[in-house]
Nanobody
Framework: QVQLQESGPGLVKPSQTLSLACSVS??????????WSWIRQRPGKGLEWIGD???????RYNPFFKSRTVISRDTSKNQFILYLSTLTPEDTAVYYC????????????WGQGKSVTYSP
């Protein structure tokens, strides 16, 4: 089974860009039909899909985040990275990375989540 683990800062300030890495083990991020997603959950809110990067490096973004989000990858480290700029208090959330197999309709594997708190 694929395992994912988020890492990065737990506190961010308005001048900073959030940077989170998702380290993947048990499978390659370049394996066919795998899509590597970032999802978050704000306090008292539901899950929000931020975007993903595909096995061949293509990215897709939720239009809500598109203007301030970049997802990239480092295939040598088998990890993918979320960048989120222009932070506001509303970006306080638990951030998850997850895997989707492109021929399925659901997120198969999830990280434990990384709590990120906006701190003025």
């Amino acid at each position: 089974q694929v395992q994912l683990q988020e890492s990065g800062p737990g506190l961010v300030k308005p001048s900073q860009t959030l940077s989170l890495a998702c380290s993947v083990s048990g499978g390659s991020i370049t394996a066919n039909y795998n899509y590597w997603s970032w999802i978050r959950q704000r306090p008292g809110k539901g899950l929000e899909w931020i975007g993903d990067i595909s096995y061949n490096g293509n990215t897709r973004y939720n239009p809500f985040f598109k203007s301030r989000t970049v997802i990239s990858r480092d295939t040598s480290k088998n990890q993918f990275i979320l960048y989120l700029s222009t932070l506001t208090p509303e970006d306080t959330a638990v951030y998850y990375c997850a895997k989707v197999w492109g021929l399925s309709a659901y997120f198969q594997d999830w990280g434990q989540g990384k709590s990120v708190t906006y701190s003025p």
